[in-house]
């Protein structure tokens, strides 16, 4: 057992995962095309510790329940057959909870590190798997990147797993995030979710339309056709809220902001600018951009009523130690 450090960056989603078939293996009811983020990342120390009465975790500095990070801490020491207790450190370089997927690369990071610290060997497929059980979306951050996350059809879940589709500098994407609100949002995209599957009327048309949408971005993404990538993730984006919107009561995640964001981004197409949007459960809208028309599309979200910062990044590798 060592102390151990690893990274990992956010991703968002270009072909959204929005349901389970299995909400207790935590297995999605569908795939999902995202593509991994250079600048947004989660930095997580793990420092076994058999002083420790049961682990400690702190998140920015701040301490939180364990929760889901003492759970995944509890498979890991059962594949090595240890027991120590740990604390872990994570830090973000961006707001946590705030629509920007914080979970995805907390928990490809935690994964990652604590394979590490328990000196476990094991493949970037089971670690993909391993912070699947964390987080859905965290799957996808295990590889740089486009990445593709498989629904699998085992019931135990084991081919639930992301693998790369082409590497980051192939197209090298650049990525705007619009910041229409700081604060943490009102409902986090796992209850978001739970009450879709419930409640919408929409969700099985949902489900079943996602196959399709994800031939026509892996098409798009392997012929670097971006025209053919725009159409298809601001339809699922917008078809994934449709299913929100349906839910009882309705999700409404955005807020005016978003809207002068979304209508802005498409004024911007329609001139002839490389770029799409999509949003996540929360308010806040990811411009996607071809090569060098990033700075362009700052000007004009930093523009729009009700935004609050802008940041552009790149594509970035998939999660790893740190030495
Ligand atoms: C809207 O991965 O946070 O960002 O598996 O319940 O932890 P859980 O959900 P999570 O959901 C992400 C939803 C999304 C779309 C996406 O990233 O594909």
């Known amino acids: 057992m060592n102390q151990a450090t690893a990274r990992a960056g956010a991703n968002i989603a270009l072909v959204k995962y929005w349901g389970k078939r299995d909400p207790q293996l935590n297995l999605p009811a569908a795939g999902s095309i995202s593509i991994t983020l250079a600048g947004l990342e989660t930095r997580t120390t793990v420092t076994p510790d058999p002083t420790l009465g049961s682990d400690r975790f702190f998140l920015d500095g701040v301490e939180q329940s364990p929760g889901r990070v003492g759970a995944m801490l509890d498979l890991l020491r059962e594949m090595a057959g240890e027991t120590t ?20 690369s907390g928990f490809a990071a935690l994964v990652t590190a604590g394979a590490r610290a328990f000196e476990l060997e094991i493949s970037e497929d089971r670690r993909s798997g391993l912070a699947r059980l964390g987080s859905g979306s965290a799957a ?18 084991s081919d ?7 590497a980051a500098d192939a197209w090298p ?5 619009a910041v229409t609100e700081s604060s943490s949002k009102a409902v986090g995209s796992r209850d978001g979710m739970n009450h879709t599957m419930q409640t919408s009327p929409y969700y099985p048309a949902w489900v079943e339309t996602v196959a399709a949408d994800l031939e026509t971005a892996r ?9 053919a990538l725009a159409e298809v993730s601001e339809h699922s984006a917008l078809k994934m809220h449709a299913s ?17 964001c979304l209508h802005a981004v498409r004024a911007l197409r329609s001139g ?7 949003v996540d459960a929360g308010p806040q809208v990811k411009a996607v951009c071809l090569p ?3 700075e362009r599309v700052v000007d004009v979200l930093r523009g729009q009523p009700g935004v609050h910062d802008v940041m552009v990044t790149g594509l970035g590798a998939g999660a790893g130690a740190v030495a």
Do not use: K, Q
Not at 160 to 166: D, E, G, K, R
């Open 140 to 157: 996808r951050s295990i590889f740089g990147g486009f990445v593709e996350m498989d629904a699998g059809e085992l019931e135990d879940g």
């Open 85 to 104: 207790p740990c604390r872990v450190d994570s830090c973000n370089n961006f707001p946590t909870g705030a629509g920007l997927a914080s979970s995805a």
């Open 160 to 166: 639930a797993v992301a693998h790369p589709l082409l």
């Open 173 to 177: 994407l650049e990525v705007v995030v």
């Open 244 to 260: 929100m919107l349906a839910a009882r009561p309705g999700l409404v995640y955005w807020n005016p902001a978003t809207l002068a």
């Open 292 to 294: 060098g028309e990033g």
């Open 272 to 278: 002839g600018v490389g770029v799409f949007f999509t």
């Open 219 to 227: 098409a798009a993404i392997v012929a670097r056709d971006f025209e």
